[in-house]
């Protein structure tokens, strides 16, 4: 019986937008589990306010009047960003894939380029990636895996070679010292 129903209200012309179904916090979530529509509105109308419709009901009753609302509320002529008529969903309980799926999915990602399953990777491979991930979780935030470490004067030639030619806007070119004008001009 902690299960309630609520509507999100647009902040910039207080009209409901959004009905769900809900307990705890879920209604004051902003972030999880929300459906583009509504996040691009949020962001467009500068927030919302949350209002209850019902409270204090057992599931099966919260998500019949989740139900009723949004067929309310649409009738009325409101623009719901709700994806489906409600009464689905879960109750913030988390998928929990079943074991055969696991292993089927596995089985589908050996020799796929790119996965570390593939038979792209050699043994001495693995081991380096493995070694280099373990080091990149020590570096601190805001610096880069390449850092501390130089590009081969065969590589920069090579990146010379590519930037040959390549036109610059005008707000790029003023932003570029002579030495890197006359570098690209050539």
């Known amino acids: ?42 962001k467009k109308c500068g927030g919302f306010k949350v209002e209850f419709i ?10 019949l009047c989740e139900i009723e609302a949004i067929d309310i509320y649409r009738k009325r002529g409101y ?18 894939m079943p074991e055969e799926t696991k292993k089927k999915l596995s089985q ?7 996965t570390f399953k593939s038979e792209h990777f050699t043994d001495e491979m693995r081991l380096k990636i493995a070694e280099s991930n373990k080091r990149r979780k020590g570096i601190p935030t805001g610096k880069t895996a390449f850092q501390g470490k ?8 090579y990146m010379r070679q590519k930037m040959k030619g390549r036109v610059f806007s005008e707000e790029t070119r003023k932003k570029m010292s002579d030495a890197q004008k006359r570098r690209f001009a050539k």
């Open 79 to 96: 623009k719901l960003v709700n994806l489906t008529d409600g009464g689905e969903g879960g109750s913030g309980r988390t998928y929990v």
């Open 54 to 63: 019902a409270q204090n009901l057992d599931e099966e009753l919260a998500f």
């Open 108 to 114: 589908k990602a050996i020799g796929r380029p790119g």
């Open 150 to 157: 130089h590009h081969t004067e065969e590589h920069k030639e």
């Open 1 to 42: 019986m902690n299960f309630y129903v609520y509507k999100h209200i647009r902040q910039d012309n207080n009209l409901p937008f959004y009905i769900g179904k809900g307990k705890n916090k879920r209604a004051f979530d902003g972030k999880s589990q929300r459906n583009n529509f509504w996040a691009n509105l949020v």
